[in-house]
Protein backbone atom coordinates (compact mmCIF):
# COMPACT_ATOMS: atom_id res chain seq x y z
CA UNK A 1 0.00 0.00 0.00
CA UNK A 2 1.48 2.89 -1.17
CA UNK A 3 1.52 6.47 1.06
CA UNK A 4 2.73 9.89 -0.04
CA UNK A 5 6.03 10.52 1.78
CA UNK A 6 4.14 13.51 3.93
CA UNK A 7 1.22 11.89 5.96
CA UNK A 8 -0.96 13.43 8.89
CA UNK A 9 -4.31 12.21 9.95
CA UNK A 10 -5.40 15.45 10.72
CA UNK A 11 -4.75 16.24 7.28
CA UNK A 12 -6.58 12.99 5.62
CA UNK A 13 -9.45 12.55 7.80
CA UNK A 14 -10.31 16.31 8.02
CA UNK A 15 -8.21 19.19 6.01
CA UNK A 16 -8.95 16.48 2.40
CA UNK A 17 -12.22 17.25 2.67
CA UNK A 18 -12.44 20.92 3.43
CA UNK A 19 -9.61 20.79 0.05
CA UNK A 20 -11.82 19.06 -1.92
CA UNK A 21 -15.34 20.66 -1.64
CA UNK A 22 -16.64 18.36 1.26
CA UNK A 23 -16.46 20.73 4.30
CA UNK A 24 -20.21 21.53 4.57
CA UNK A 25 -21.15 17.79 5.40
CA UNK A 26 -21.92 16.37 8.84
CA UNK A 27 -18.91 15.14 10.47
CA UNK A 28 -20.59 14.47 13.94
CA UNK A 29 -24.01 14.32 15.43
CA UNK A 30 -24.90 14.12 19.32
CA UNK A 31 -27.94 15.07 21.25
CA UNK A 32 -25.80 18.34 22.14
CA UNK A 33 -25.48 19.89 18.18
CA UNK A 34 -23.91 18.53 14.86
CA UNK A 35 -20.49 19.89 13.20
CA UNK A 36 -19.36 19.79 9.79
CA UNK A 37 -15.82 18.77 8.51
CA UNK A 38 -14.75 22.22 8.38
CA UNK A 39 -16.14 22.61 11.70
CA UNK A 40 -13.57 20.00 12.59
CA UNK A 41 -10.82 20.76 10.88
CA UNK A 42 -11.18 24.58 12.23
CA UNK A 43 -10.93 23.07 16.22
CA UNK A 44 -8.13 20.45 15.20
CA UNK A 45 -6.54 23.49 14.17
CA UNK A 46 -6.70 25.25 17.32
CA UNK A 47 -6.33 22.89 19.49
CA UNK A 48 -2.98 21.97 17.73
CA UNK A 49 -2.36 25.62 18.49
CA UNK A 50 -3.44 25.64 21.98
CA UNK A 51 -1.19 22.53 22.52
CA UNK A 52 1.99 24.14 21.26
CA UNK A 53 1.16 27.41 23.28
CA UNK A 54 1.30 25.78 25.95
CA UNK A 55 4.84 24.34 25.48
CA UNK A 56 3.50 20.86 24.33
CA UNK A 57 6.09 19.90 21.35
CA UNK A 58 5.84 17.34 18.46
CA UNK A 59 6.40 13.65 19.67
CA UNK A 60 4.79 14.36 23.20
CA UNK A 61 2.59 12.10 24.93
CA UNK A 62 -1.39 13.95 25.09
CA UNK A 63 -3.75 12.04 27.13
CA UNK A 64 -7.73 12.17 26.39
CA UNK A 65 -9.56 11.18 28.94
CA UNK A 66 -12.67 12.04 27.57
CA UNK A 67 -16.77 10.47 26.50
CA UNK A 68 -17.24 10.47 22.95
CA UNK A 69 -17.86 13.72 21.60
CA UNK A 70 -16.79 16.80 19.20
CA UNK A 71 -14.17 17.55 21.67
CA UNK A 72 -12.15 13.86 22.14
CA UNK A 73 -11.95 14.29 18.23
CA UNK A 74 -11.07 18.17 18.32
CA UNK A 75 -7.90 16.86 20.99
CA UNK A 76 -7.24 13.91 19.48
CA UNK A 77 -6.73 15.13 15.84
CA UNK A 78 -5.44 18.25 17.22
CA UNK A 79 -2.81 16.79 18.83
CA UNK A 80 -1.79 14.47 15.45
CA UNK A 81 -2.18 17.91 13.48
CA UNK A 82 0.53 19.65 15.63
CA UNK A 83 3.03 15.98 15.72
CA UNK A 84 1.96 14.85 19.19
CA UNK A 85 0.90 11.33 20.11
CA UNK A 86 -2.54 10.88 21.53
CA UNK A 87 -3.22 8.34 24.04
CA UNK A 88 -7.15 8.04 24.56
CA UNK A 89 -8.06 6.03 28.02
CA UNK A 90 -10.90 5.35 29.74
CA UNK A 91 -12.34 8.18 31.04
CA UNK A 92 -14.40 6.68 34.13
CA UNK A 93 -10.75 5.01 35.22
CA UNK A 94 -10.10 5.49 38.86
CA UNK A 95 -7.32 7.70 40.54
CA UNK A 96 -4.69 4.68 40.98
CA UNK A 97 -5.51 3.60 37.49
CA UNK A 98 -5.13 7.04 35.75
CA UNK A 99 -1.92 7.73 38.23
CA UNK A 100 -0.51 4.58 36.15
CA UNK A 101 -1.22 5.81 32.60
CA UNK A 102 0.00 9.26 33.14
CA UNK A 103 3.44 7.90 34.66
CA UNK A 104 3.64 4.43 32.25
CA UNK A 105 3.42 7.13 29.02
CA UNK A 106 4.76 10.42 30.55
CA UNK A 107 2.07 12.17 29.37
CA UNK A 108 3.35 16.30 29.16
CA UNK A 109 -0.37 17.58 29.41
CA UNK A 110 -3.90 15.44 29.96
CA UNK A 111 -7.25 16.63 28.62
CA UNK A 112 -10.05 15.52 31.11
CA UNK A 113 -13.71 15.97 31.34
CA UNK A 114 -15.14 18.15 34.41
CA UNK A 115 -16.85 15.57 35.58
CA UNK A 116 -13.94 12.63 36.37
CA UNK A 117 -11.85 15.50 37.59
CA UNK A 118 -12.41 14.22 41.31
CA UNK A 119 -10.33 11.30 40.28
CA UNK A 120 -8.03 12.92 38.37
CA UNK A 121 -6.41 15.46 41.45
CA UNK A 122 -5.20 12.95 43.16
CA UNK A 123 -3.08 11.06 40.23
CA UNK A 124 -2.21 14.91 38.86
CA UNK A 125 -0.61 15.86 42.09
CA UNK A 126 1.81 13.05 41.87
CA UNK A 127 2.90 13.86 37.98
CA UNK A 128 2.76 17.63 38.25
CA UNK A 129 5.12 17.64 35.18
CA UNK A 130 1.72 17.08 33.55
CA UNK A 131 -0.67 20.23 32.31
CA UNK A 132 -4.12 19.98 32.38
CA UNK A 133 -7.12 21.13 30.29
CA UNK A 134 -10.27 20.42 31.40
CA UNK A 135 -13.80 20.17 29.49
CA UNK A 136 -16.88 20.71 31.18
CA UNK A 137 -18.54 24.08 32.84
CA UNK A 138 -17.31 25.93 36.17
CA UNK A 139 -13.49 25.61 34.85
CA UNK A 140 -10.73 27.87 35.82
CA UNK A 141 -9.86 30.12 32.59
CA UNK A 142 -6.29 27.95 32.84
CA UNK A 143 -7.81 24.99 32.15
CA UNK A 144 -10.69 25.98 30.56
CA UNK A 145 -10.59 24.04 27.71
CA UNK A 146 -13.76 25.53 25.07
CA UNK A 147 -12.31 28.89 26.47
CA UNK A 148 -8.82 28.21 25.22
CA UNK A 149 -9.94 26.97 22.48
CA UNK A 150 -11.45 29.75 21.34
CA UNK A 151 -8.30 32.36 21.99
CA UNK A 152 -6.01 30.14 20.24
CA UNK A 153 -4.06 30.25 16.66
CA UNK A 154 -4.81 27.76 14.24
CA UNK A 155 -2.64 25.75 13.22
CA UNK A 156 -3.49 26.03 9.31
CA UNK A 157 -0.96 23.27 8.27
CA UNK A 158 -0.17 20.00 9.17
CA UNK A 159 3.27 18.55 11.22
CA UNK A 160 5.15 17.13 7.97
CA UNK A 161 4.51 13.49 9.34
CA UNK A 162 5.19 10.34 7.52
CA UNK A 163 3.25 7.66 7.54
CA UNK A 164 5.55 5.40 10.06
CA UNK A 165 5.73 8.09 12.55
CA UNK A 166 3.66 7.27 15.80
CA UNK A 167 0.43 9.25 16.27
CA UNK A 168 -1.13 7.33 19.03
CA UNK A 169 -0.84 4.91 21.77
CA UNK A 170 -4.09 2.28 22.61
CA UNK A 171 -4.19 0.55 26.23
CA UNK A 172 -4.80 -2.48 26.39
CA UNK A 173 -4.64 -5.14 29.47
CA UNK A 174 -5.19 -8.62 27.03
CA UNK A 175 -6.38 -11.73 29.56
CA UNK A 176 -6.57 -8.84 32.38
CA UNK A 177 -2.49 -8.28 33.57
CA UNK A 178 -1.11 -4.84 33.69
CA UNK A 179 -2.15 -2.74 30.75
CA UNK A 180 0.10 -2.09 27.84
CA UNK A 181 0.37 0.87 25.09
CA UNK A 182 0.40 -0.35 21.94
CA UNK A 183 2.02 2.34 19.50
CA UNK A 184 0.44 3.04 16.32
CA UNK A 185 1.46 5.23 13.15
CA UNK A 186 -0.29 7.18 10.93
CA UNK A 187 -0.51 4.73 8.16
CA UNK A 188 -2.10 2.35 10.02
CA UNK A 189 -5.51 4.05 10.53
CA UNK A 190 -5.82 5.09 6.55
CA UNK A 191 -4.84 1.00 6.26
CA UNK A 192 -7.80 -0.52 8.01
CA UNK A 193 -10.64 2.17 6.18
CA UNK A 194 -8.66 0.78 3.05
CA UNK A 195 -9.30 -2.74 4.21
CA UNK A 196 -12.09 -3.53 6.45
CA UNK A 197 -13.72 -0.04 5.79
CA UNK A 198 -13.60 -1.38 1.98
CA UNK A 199 -13.74 -4.78 1.73
CA UNK A 200 -16.32 -5.77 4.41
CA UNK A 201 -18.85 -2.46 5.29
CA UNK A 202 -18.39 -1.10 1.80
CA UNK A 203 -19.09 2.77 3.57
CA UNK A 204 -20.12 5.43 1.60
CA UNK A 205 -20.50 8.78 1.95
CA UNK A 206 -24.47 8.58 2.22
CA UNK A 207 -23.15 6.02 5.64
CA UNK A 208 -24.40 7.05 8.94
CA UNK A 209 -22.13 5.44 11.66
CA UNK A 210 -23.02 4.58 15.07
CA UNK A 211 -20.85 2.16 17.38
CA UNK A 212 -21.47 1.22 21.07
CA UNK A 213 -17.99 0.60 21.57
CA UNK A 214 -16.44 4.08 22.53
CA UNK A 215 -13.66 5.87 21.05
CA UNK A 216 -10.68 4.80 23.27
CA UNK A 217 -10.83 1.23 22.74
CA UNK A 218 -9.19 0.66 18.92
CA UNK A 219 -12.75 -1.15 17.54
CA UNK A 220 -14.50 1.89 18.79
CA UNK A 221 -11.66 4.61 17.47
CA UNK A 222 -12.04 2.77 13.70
CA UNK A 223 -16.24 2.78 13.99
CA UNK A 224 -16.59 6.07 14.92
CA UNK A 225 -13.46 8.10 13.43
CA UNK A 226 -11.34 6.24 10.52
CA UNK A 227 -14.12 4.30 8.90
CA UNK A 228 -16.87 7.43 8.00
CA UNK A 229 -13.94 9.81 7.60
CA UNK A 230 -12.07 8.35 5.28
CA UNK A 231 -14.78 8.78 3.10
CA UNK A 232 -16.60 11.72 4.48
CA UNK A 233 -19.62 10.03 5.98
CA UNK A 234 -21.38 11.22 9.49
CA UNK A 235 -20.72 9.83 12.95
CA UNK A 236 -22.90 9.48 15.80
CA UNK A 237 -21.41 9.87 19.10
CA UNK A 238 -23.14 8.86 22.41
CA UNK A 239 -21.37 10.06 25.66
CA UNK A 240 -23.30 7.27 27.64
CA UNK A 241 -23.03 3.94 28.44
CA UNK A 242 -24.66 2.49 25.55
CA UNK A 243 -28.09 0.77 27.32
CA UNK A 244 -30.65 -1.06 25.34
CA UNK A 245 -32.98 1.84 26.04
CA UNK A 246 -30.89 4.75 25.01
CA UNK A 247 -29.67 2.60 21.85
CA UNK A 248 -33.51 2.66 20.98
CA UNK A 249 -33.48 6.08 21.41
CA UNK A 250 -30.40 6.79 19.07
CA UNK A 251 -31.64 4.31 16.79
CA UNK A 252 -35.37 5.90 16.25
CA UNK A 253 -33.54 9.82 16.27
CA UNK A 254 -30.60 9.34 14.46
CA UNK A 255 -31.47 6.13 12.09
CA UNK A 256 -27.65 5.18 11.23
CA UNK A 257 -26.89 2.98 8.59
CA UNK A 258 -23.86 0.90 10.28
CA UNK A 259 -24.05 -0.07 13.78
CA UNK A 260 -21.43 -2.16 15.72
CA UNK A 261 -21.41 -3.47 19.02
CA UNK A 262 -20.25 -6.58 21.29
CA UNK A 263 -21.27 -9.36 21.86
CA UNK A 264 -22.66 -9.12 25.02
CA UNK A 265 -25.06 -5.76 24.23
CA UNK A 266 -26.27 -8.00 21.25
CA UNK A 267 -27.54 -10.17 23.40
CA UNK A 268 -29.28 -8.04 25.48
CA UNK A 269 -30.93 -6.55 22.69
CA UNK A 270 -32.23 -9.64 21.11
CA UNK A 271 -33.29 -10.82 25.13
CA UNK A 272 -35.47 -7.21 25.44
CA UNK A 273 -38.29 -5.63 23.77
CA UNK A 274 -36.40 -4.26 21.13
CA UNK A 275 -37.62 -5.70 17.41
CA UNK A 276 -36.88 -5.56 14.07
CA UNK A 277 -38.78 -2.37 13.07
CA UNK A 278 -36.25 -0.36 15.32
CA UNK A 279 -32.74 -1.49 13.22
CA UNK A 280 -34.91 -1.02 9.99
CA UNK A 281 -32.67 1.87 9.35
CA UNK A 282 -29.06 -0.62 9.79
CA UNK A 283 -27.78 -1.60 6.48
CA UNK A 284 -25.04 -3.68 8.08
CA UNK A 285 -24.41 -4.83 11.67
CA UNK A 286 -21.16 -5.85 13.13
CA UNK A 287 -20.21 -7.48 16.05
CA UNK A 288 -16.37 -7.71 17.75
CA UNK A 289 -14.58 -7.46 21.17
CA UNK A 290 -15.32 -11.27 21.44
CA UNK A 291 -16.77 -13.71 19.61
CA UNK A 292 -20.59 -14.08 18.74
CA UNK A 293 -22.11 -17.01 20.36
CA UNK A 294 -24.03 -18.72 17.76
CA UNK A 295 -27.34 -18.76 19.77
CA UNK A 296 -27.17 -14.83 19.96
CA UNK A 297 -26.54 -14.69 16.27
CA UNK A 298 -29.42 -16.98 15.64
CA UNK A 299 -31.61 -14.43 17.88
CA UNK A 300 -30.89 -11.50 16.21
CA UNK A 301 -31.78 -12.36 13.01
CA UNK A 302 -35.01 -14.02 14.12
CA UNK A 303 -36.35 -10.97 16.73
CA UNK A 304 -34.19 -8.26 14.93
CA UNK A 305 -34.00 -8.86 11.47
CA UNK A 306 -29.85 -8.42 11.66
CA UNK A 307 -27.41 -10.46 10.09
CA UNK A 308 -24.09 -10.02 12.33
CA UNK A 309 -21.24 -9.75 10.91
CA UNK A 310 -18.63 -11.18 13.32
CA UNK A 311 -14.80 -10.51 13.35
CA UNK A 312 -11.61 -10.76 15.42
CA UNK A 313 -9.38 -7.66 15.22
CA UNK A 314 -6.84 -7.04 18.03
CA UNK A 315 -5.62 -3.18 19.64
CA UNK A 316 -2.10 -4.59 18.27
CA UNK A 317 -3.79 -4.83 14.61
CA UNK A 318 -6.30 -1.58 15.13
CA UNK A 319 -8.98 -3.25 13.83
CA UNK A 320 -10.45 -6.35 12.36
CA UNK A 321 -8.34 -8.74 10.45
CA UNK A 322 -10.56 -11.35 9.96
CA UNK A 323 -14.29 -11.23 9.20
CA UNK A 324 -17.69 -12.49 8.12
CA UNK A 325 -19.24 -10.53 4.94
CA UNK A 326 -22.67 -9.38 4.11
CA UNK A 327 -24.80 -12.22 2.91
CA UNK A 328 -22.42 -15.04 3.85
CA UNK A 329 -22.21 -14.93 7.72
CA UNK A 330 -22.36 -18.35 9.77
CA UNK A 331 -23.11 -18.79 13.29
CA UNK A 332 -19.89 -19.75 15.52
CA UNK A 333 -17.90 -18.72 12.58
CA UNK A 334 -15.85 -15.36 12.03
CA UNK A 335 -15.42 -15.78 8.59
CA UNK A 336 -12.47 -15.41 6.74
CA UNK A 337 -9.65 -13.19 6.58
CA UNK A 338 -9.73 -9.13 5.52
CA UNK A 339 -8.30 -8.26 2.21
CA UNK A 340 -4.86 -7.13 3.12
CA UNK A 341 -4.01 -9.55 5.90
CA UNK A 342 -2.99 -12.98 6.43
CA UNK A 343 -3.20 -15.33 9.30
CA UNK A 344 -2.18 -18.72 10.71
CA UNK A 345 -2.85 -21.12 13.48
CA UNK A 346 -0.27 -23.26 14.49
CA UNK A 347 0.72 -25.69 17.17
CA UNK A 348 3.18 -25.11 20.49
CA UNK A 349 5.84 -26.16 17.83
CA UNK A 350 5.20 -23.32 15.57
CA UNK A 351 3.89 -25.62 13.19
CA UNK A 352 0.66 -25.00 10.80
CA UNK A 353 -2.15 -27.22 12.04
CA UNK A 354 -4.82 -28.98 9.41
CA UNK A 355 -8.43 -27.89 9.40
CA UNK A 356 -10.40 -28.09 12.54
CA UNK A 357 -7.66 -28.53 14.51
CA UNK A 358 -7.06 -25.70 17.13
CA UNK A 359 -4.06 -23.85 17.47
CA UNK A 360 -2.81 -20.44 18.15
CA UNK A 361 -3.62 -17.53 16.42
CA UNK A 362 -0.84 -15.69 14.27
CA UNK A 363 -1.47 -12.65 12.32
CA UNK A 364 -0.14 -9.85 10.22
CA UNK A 365 -0.78 -6.98 8.30
CA UNK A 366 0.28 -3.03 7.35
CA UNK A 367 -1.94 -2.13 10.42
CA UNK A 368 0.31 -3.87 12.85
CA UNK A 369 1.37 -1.43 16.13
CA UNK A 370 5.38 -0.44 15.97
CA UNK A 371 5.22 -2.07 19.94
CA UNK A 372 4.01 -1.66 23.49
CA UNK A 373 5.58 1.43 24.74
CA UNK A 374 8.71 0.80 27.21
CA UNK A 375 8.21 -3.05 26.78
CA UNK A 376 10.90 -4.05 24.33
CA UNK A 377 10.79 -7.36 25.85
CA UNK A 378 7.20 -7.83 25.53
CA UNK A 379 6.68 -6.68 22.21
CA UNK A 380 9.47 -9.38 21.07
CA UNK A 381 7.64 -11.72 22.25
CA UNK A 382 3.93 -10.64 20.95
CA UNK A 383 5.75 -9.70 17.27
CA UNK A 384 8.16 -11.78 15.29
CA UNK A 385 9.01 -10.70 11.78
CA UNK A 386 5.65 -9.76 10.35
CA UNK A 387 4.00 -11.49 12.53
CA UNK A 388 1.82 -10.84 15.84
CA UNK A 389 1.06 -13.46 18.42
CA UNK A 390 -2.93 -12.68 19.29
CA UNK A 391 -3.23 -15.07 22.20
CA UNK A 392 -6.25 -16.68 20.95
CA UNK A 393 -7.03 -20.42 19.99
CA UNK A 394 -8.73 -20.55 16.66
CA UNK A 395 -9.12 -23.63 13.96
CA UNK A 396 -9.85 -23.29 10.69
CA UNK A 397 -12.51 -25.35 8.54
CA UNK A 398 -12.25 -26.65 5.19
CA UNK A 399 -13.83 -23.11 3.85
CA UNK A 400 -11.09 -21.45 4.93
CA UNK A 401 -13.26 -19.88 7.92
CA UNK A 402 -12.42 -18.84 10.96
CA UNK A 403 -13.94 -20.10 14.51
CA UNK A 404 -12.93 -18.78 17.76
CA UNK A 405 -12.59 -21.02 20.70
CA UNK A 406 -10.92 -18.92 23.57
CA UNK A 407 -8.27 -16.73 24.46
CA UNK A 408 -4.86 -18.63 25.30
CA UNK A 409 -5.94 -18.60 28.89
CA UNK A 410 -9.22 -19.18 28.69
CA UNK A 411 -9.14 -22.93 26.94
CA UNK A 412 -8.95 -25.66 29.70
CA UNK A 413 -7.96 -29.50 28.73
CA UNK A 414 -10.17 -32.02 30.69
CA UNK A 415 -9.10 -35.44 30.46
CA UNK A 416 -7.17 -34.71 28.07
CA UNK A 417 -9.39 -33.12 25.74
CA UNK A 418 -9.37 -28.83 24.41
CA UNK A 419 -12.12 -27.48 25.31
CA UNK A 420 -13.61 -24.24 24.73
CA UNK A 421 -15.58 -21.82 26.72
CA UNK A 422 -17.35 -20.31 23.63
CA UNK A 423 -18.83 -23.98 22.72
CA UNK A 424 -20.02 -24.73 26.46
CA UNK A 425 -21.34 -20.67 26.95
CA UNK A 426 -23.82 -21.22 23.69
CA UNK A 427 -25.13 -24.55 24.97
CA UNK A 428 -25.90 -22.75 28.39
CA UNK A 429 -27.51 -19.80 26.59
CA UNK A 430 -29.90 -22.32 24.40
CA UNK A 431 -31.90 -22.22 27.63
CA UNK A 432 -34.52 -19.84 27.26
CA UNK A 433 -33.98 -18.94 31.25
CA UNK A 434 -29.83 -17.81 30.23
CA UNK A 435 -29.28 -13.93 29.24
CA UNK A 436 -25.45 -14.09 29.56
CA UNK A 437 -23.02 -17.19 30.47
CA UNK A 438 -19.72 -17.62 31.26
CA UNK A 439 -17.46 -20.71 31.54
CA UNK A 440 -13.66 -21.47 33.11
CA UNK A 441 -11.65 -23.73 34.22
CA UNK A 442 -12.29 -25.33 37.83
CA UNK A 443 -10.57 -27.69 39.73
CA UNK A 444 -12.21 -30.68 42.36
CA UNK A 445 -10.32 -32.35 45.15
CA UNK A 446 -8.07 -33.86 43.53
CA UNK A 447 -7.11 -31.28 41.00
CA UNK A 448 -8.25 -32.40 37.79
CA UNK A 449 -9.95 -29.54 35.03
CA UNK A 450 -13.64 -29.33 35.06
CA UNK A 451 -15.73 -26.71 33.22
CA UNK A 452 -17.32 -24.26 35.77
CA UNK A 453 -20.62 -22.15 34.50
CA UNK A 454 -21.47 -18.47 35.24
CA UNK A 455 -24.77 -17.49 34.09
CA UNK A 456 -26.88 -14.66 34.50
CA UNK A 457 -30.64 -15.09 33.94
CA UNK A 458 -33.15 -13.36 31.56
CA UNK A 459 -35.82 -10.78 33.76
CA UNK A 460 -38.85 -13.16 35.12
CA UNK A 461 -36.52 -16.04 36.24
CA UNK A 462 -35.96 -16.60 39.85
CA UNK A 463 -33.00 -18.22 41.59
CA UNK A 464 -32.97 -21.41 42.64
CA UNK A 465 -31.35 -24.87 42.96
CA UNK A 466 -33.96 -26.48 40.70
CA UNK A 467 -33.04 -23.79 38.09
CA UNK A 468 -29.29 -24.62 38.12
CA UNK A 469 -29.93 -28.46 37.76
CA UNK A 470 -32.20 -28.02 35.02
CA UNK A 471 -29.74 -25.77 33.27
CA UNK A 472 -27.25 -28.58 33.82
CA UNK A 473 -29.41 -31.03 32.97
CA UNK A 474 -30.30 -28.91 29.31
CA UNK A 475 -26.36 -29.07 28.76
CA UNK A 476 -25.83 -32.37 28.83
CA UNK A 477 -28.23 -33.16 26.46
CA UNK A 478 -26.21 -30.88 24.26
CA UNK A 479 -22.55 -31.52 25.03
CA UNK A 480 -20.37 -34.21 25.21
CA UNK A 481 -19.67 -35.53 29.01
CA UNK A 482 -16.47 -34.23 29.13
CA UNK A 483 -17.12 -30.84 28.19
CA UNK A 484 -20.09 -30.47 30.31
CA UNK A 485 -19.86 -28.13 33.79
CA UNK A 486 -20.47 -29.67 37.43
CA UNK A 487 -22.00 -26.77 38.45
CA UNK A 488 -23.58 -23.29 37.57
CA UNK A 489 -23.77 -20.30 39.59
CA UNK A 490 -26.37 -17.98 39.55
CA UNK A 491 -25.05 -14.42 39.22
CA UNK A 492 -26.96 -10.45 38.80
CA UNK A 493 -23.79 -9.84 36.77
CA UNK A 494 -21.24 -11.02 34.95
CA UNK A 495 -17.65 -9.18 35.29
CA UNK A 496 -16.89 -7.07 32.05
CA UNK A 497 -14.20 -5.12 31.06
CA UNK A 498 -15.33 -0.90 29.97
CA UNK A 499 -15.60 -2.40 26.80
CA UNK A 500 -18.11 -5.53 27.03
CA UNK A 501 -15.52 -8.10 27.15
CA UNK A 502 -16.19 -11.15 30.24
CA UNK A 503 -13.79 -10.72 32.34
CA UNK A 504 -13.13 -14.30 32.93
CA UNK A 505 -9.86 -14.34 35.14
CA UNK A 506 -12.32 -12.59 37.91
CA UNK A 507 -14.54 -16.09 38.01
CA UNK A 508 -11.26 -18.22 37.99
CA UNK A 509 -10.18 -17.02 41.22
CA UNK A 510 -6.50 -17.41 42.77
Sequence with gaps: MNLPERFNIADYFLDRHVREGRGGRVAVETEFGSWSYADLAQRSARAGGLFLGMGIEPGDRILIALPDSQEFLSAFLGAARMGAVAVPINPTLKAAELEFHLGDCRARLAVVHRATMGEFEAALARHREAKLLVVGEGVAREHDFEGRLGEADRIEACCPTRGEDAAFILYTSGSGGTPKGAVHRHQDMWVTSETFGREVLEIAPSDR???????????????????????????????????????????????????????????????????????????????????????????????????????????????????????????????????????????????????????????????????????PVLTAQTKTGKWVRTGDKFFVDEEGCYHYCGRVDDMMKVSGMWVS?????????????VEEAAV???????????????????????????????????????????????????????????????????????
Aim: aromatic content about 10%; some cysteine; charged content about 25%.
Design 209 to 375: NFSASKLFFAYGLGNSLTFPFAVGATTILCPERPRPEKIAGILARFRPTLFFAVPTLYAALSAGEMQARHFASVRRAVSAGETLPAEVFGRCRERLGLEVLDGIGSTEMLHMFISSRAGEARPGSCGRTVRGYEARVENEEGREVPAREIGNLLVSGESAFLGYWGK
Design 440 to 510: VAARDGLGFTHPAAYVVLRAGYGRGTELSEEILRFVKSRLAAFKCPRSVELLDELPKTATGKIQRFKLRGP
Design 421 to 433: PGEVENALLAHPA
